[in-house]
């Protein structure tokens, strides 16, 4: 099949009823997106905002896991993903809906994420926040020798330890991460104590927006 005849409508529907929705709305609305390597930790900080904030979380990751349950092979996938914007497309129509979010992706990764982004800030009036996620190259490799790995056929992204590493370190070389910086509002370090680090944020928002 190819990505155009793709019908991508029930697969958006189909992920956003899985998703947990909180009961209050954030006026103006809200979207959190991070960047930084692979499996440095950008998800773990992502669940903390969604935690403490009334954000729904979407993230390319639980696309992808739903597309090969689907029975899609992984090149589909990535240009789905890539040429379809399903993740905008699930974005968009939780915005609809009154709805913040935190966007889970790597927004380092294309130009064309925050030119998105920038797209849905003047549709919908809404404030974005791009978080820098990093952490020490020895704290993540420890982090992923340690951790229990499923199998692609499982609903595993990455299926061993050493497949983990390099991906990782291929990541952290492979995009300029230091040209968002100026654009960004807060760095975390996911080797500490994250609640700690994203309090300046929450707070802020908390005191200056609207809750209803």
Request: glycine fraction near 2%.
């Amino acid at each position: 099949m190819k990505t155009k005849n793709f019908k991508t409508n029930p697969f958006v529907k189909e992920y956003v009823l899985s998703l947990e929705k909180p009961k209050k709305r954030i006026q103006p609305q809200v979207i959190i997106v991070p960047y930084g390597p692979s499996c440095v930790g950008k998800t773990t900080v992502m669940k903390v905002f969604a935690k403490k904030l009334p954000l729904v979380r979407i993230a390319n990751d639980e696309l992808r896991i739903l597309l090969r349950r689907r029975g899609f092979d992984v090149d589909f996938i990535e240009a789905l993903l890539e040429r379809r914007h399903l993740l905008e497309k699930v974005a968009v129509y939780l915005l609809k809906q009154k709805l913040s979010l935190v966007i889970d992706a790597n927004f380092a990764s294309s130009s064309e994420h925050l030119a998105w982004a920038k797209k849905l800030i003047k549709k919908f009036n809404l404030r974005l926040f791009l978080i820098r996620v990093v952490a020490p190259k020895k704290f993540v490799i420890t982090k992923l020798n340690n951790k229990k790995w499923l199998s692609l056929k499982r609903g595993g992204l990455l299926a061993t330890r050493q497949e983990a590493v390099e991906h990782f370190l291929r990541s952290s070389k492979q995009y300029n991460y230091e040209r968002l910086m100026p654009q960004t509002f807060l760095v975390v370090d996911s080797s500490k104590p994250i609640a700690k680090q994203v309090k300046k944020l929450v707070e802020k928002i908390r005191k200056e927006f609207t809750f209803y």
